[in-house]
């Protein structure tokens, strides 16, 4: 079928199919930086570090699920599982 991708890695054979993200539901690519130097925390300081900073660097609206041998078979796996947040929204 066309909705099927194909690749390989390290010689095996993968199938894929590309998902939809749900309805108001978008991925977001971060790149987080490096932390900052633990040793500028004071011994015994109860301030914990300060987390490293994140940088959005993109977005996407679909994800694809992949298979070895074989496309995971639609409605199933991943599919179902992106059927959660929109349900979980409703109740």
């Known amino acids: 079928p066309p909705s099927e ?3 390989s890695f390290r010689g095996r054979r993968l199938g894929g199919r590309e998902l ?3 309805a108001g539901y978008r991925g977001l690519l971060l790149r987080g930086e ?3 130097d633990p ?3 004071r011994p015994g ?3 914990p570090p300060e987390p490293p900073p994140v940088t959005l ?3 996407f609206e679909a994800i694809t699920d992949w298979g070895a041998d074989t496309a995971p078979a639609p409605g199933q796996g991943l599919a179902r ?3 959660w947040g929109p ?3 409703a109740v």
């Open 5 to 7: 991708l194909w690749a």
């Open 20 to 22: 939809p993200l749900p």
């Open 34 to 36: 490096e932390p900052g």
């Open 39 to 41: 040793s500028q925390v």
């Open 45 to 47: 300081g109860h301030r």
């Open 57 to 59: 660097t993109g977005s």
């Open 81 to 83: 599982a992106l059927q």
């Open 87 to 89: 349900l979980a929204q």
